[in-house]
T-cell receptor, first 113, second 111 residues
């Protein structure tokens, strides 16, 4: 009964380092999303995907790249981490569009020093 | 642009009712949602209301929607310590076809 699984759960990066966050869902959902959550702000959409092999920019895409090579996985990459990317990152998936229930992972807390 | 506003903090006594308020700006919103986030966890859909409804009740939860004032509220009856969490209001933005979240209201329940 996994749902949406994110790895890793915590990470500390130095400025300029790169990393990839992995999101996996086992519900055969078409849509997948990456959000970031910052104190005092709502979740902001970074990138999303409407199906395998597709990606699209959200509200705050700069500094991030994504890939959806397999339907069940959605990867978020930071090529050159900056302190402004310190945040909690959430992956979510939904059966179809934004008006269907989104299921969230537990989050990845990333600190860039 | 779209915006969703919530107060950041609410403290209630166990057994009392909690009312969490939200205002939104996109009058073309079709669905409005309440998500709950418990400590260290992701968001979980609590309830939602379609824009042609005024009220929706689900056990201890009551959602009220005032479309004229673009105001949404979530009432939790008989609030328990297990209800302590952050509650996010969200709307589907008609123009951008995306989900816009408020900053979240932290509900603290004390004895």
């Amino acid at each position: 009964n996994a749902g949406v699984t994110q790895t890793p759960k915590f990470r500390v990066l130095k400025t300029g380092q790169s990393m990839t966050l992995l999101c996996a869902q086992d519900m055969n959902h078409e849509y997948m999303y990456w959000y970031r959550q910052d104190p005092g702000m709502g979740l902001r959409l970074i990138h999303y995907s409407v199906g395998e092999g597709t990606t699209a920019k959200g509200e705050v895409p700069d500094g991030y790249n994504v890939s959806r090579l397999k339907k069940q996985n959605f990867l978020l990459g930071l090529e050159s981490a900056a302190p402004s990317q310190t945040s909690v990152y959430f992956c979510a998936s939904s059966r179809s569009g934004f008006n269907t229930e989104a299921f969230f992972g537990q989050g990845t807390r990333l600190t860039v020093v | 642009g779209e915006d969703v506003e919530q107060s950041l903090f609410l403290s209630v006594r166990e057994g009392d009712s909690s009312v969490i308020n939200c205002t939104y700006t996109d009058s073309s919103s079709t669905y409005l949602y309440w998500y709950k986030q418990e400590p260290g966890a992701g968001l979980q859909l609590l309830t939602y209301i379609f824009s042609n409804m005024d009220m929706k009740q689900d056990q201890r939860l009551t959602v009220l929607l005032n479309k004229k004032d673009k105001h949404l509220s979530l009432r939790i009856a008989d609030t328990q310590t297990g209800d302590s969490a952050i509650y996010f209001c969200a709307e589907i933005s008609g123009g951008y076809n995306k989900l816009i979240f408020g900053a979240g209201t932290r509900l603290a329940v004390h004895p």
